[in-house]
């Protein structure tokens, strides 16, 4: 019997026994482009209509980026141009300061040749300023602005305004429109206590 067996696996189907070696491979590259290819032939207006669009978007960035590039640049020469001496003159505004607290000390004198001197060096100081565009700020009376002024203390008065400024401790200055240096103030709290203005 068991020869039987035997016979009839011998007798079987001899694709039973042998494994299936084929492999699927996938499409290869060349076989896409043959499609592609293929696609062209049956429409290559179409193919050179999409390649067309392709280089006029292409295009169009490159043009909107070299527009960015050049405004860009622009702004910076701008701003170098108005903002250029911000370090220089704030570097010189307490050279302003020593000369203006020097000729305020020496106003009591009369005939003296220095304090003349002092004074003309400060009038051509104001002027080389105001050529560069750089301005005083010299808020006395004024509502205090915090985005100009640096409040030192409160004192109430009953001669000024409630937050105003009372005094100007020291002179501020701004290049163009932007501001070098606060001006320092006391401003007012007010009346004192059990006065009205």
Do not use: W
Request: glycine share 4%; net charge negative.
């Amino acid at each position: 019997m068991s020869q039987d067996r035997a016979n009839k696996n011998d007798a079987s189907d001899p694709t039973d026994e042998v494994a299936d070696t084929r492999v699927l491979e996938p499409e290869s590259p060349a076989a896409e482009d043959e499609s592609v290819a293929a696609d062209e032939r049956d429409d290559p207006l179409g193919a050179l209509r999409a390649e067309l669009a392709t280089h006029q978007d292409n295009h169009l960035r490159a043009v909107a980026e070299l527009d960015n590039v050049r405004k860009r640049a622009a702004r910076d020469v701008e701003a170098a141009r108005r903002y250029g001496l911000e370090r220089f003159a704030t570097e010189l505004l307490p050279v302003r300061d020593s000369l203006e607290a020097g000729i305020a000390a020496a106003e009591g004198s009369q005939d003296n040749p220095l304090l003349e001197g002092s004074q003309a060096t400060l009038r051509l100081l104001d002027r080389v300023l105001e050529q560069f565009h750089i301005s005083e700020i010299d808020p006395l009376g004024e509502p205090f602005d915090p985005q100009k002024h640096e409040a030192m203390t409160m004192q109430p008065s009953a001669e000024a305004q409630p937050d105003s400024v009372l005094i100007v401790v020291q002179k501020g200055y701004q290049l163009n429109d932007r501001l070098l240096r606060p001006a320092r103030v006391v401003v007012c709290a007010g009346p004192p206590d059990g006065e009205t203005v």
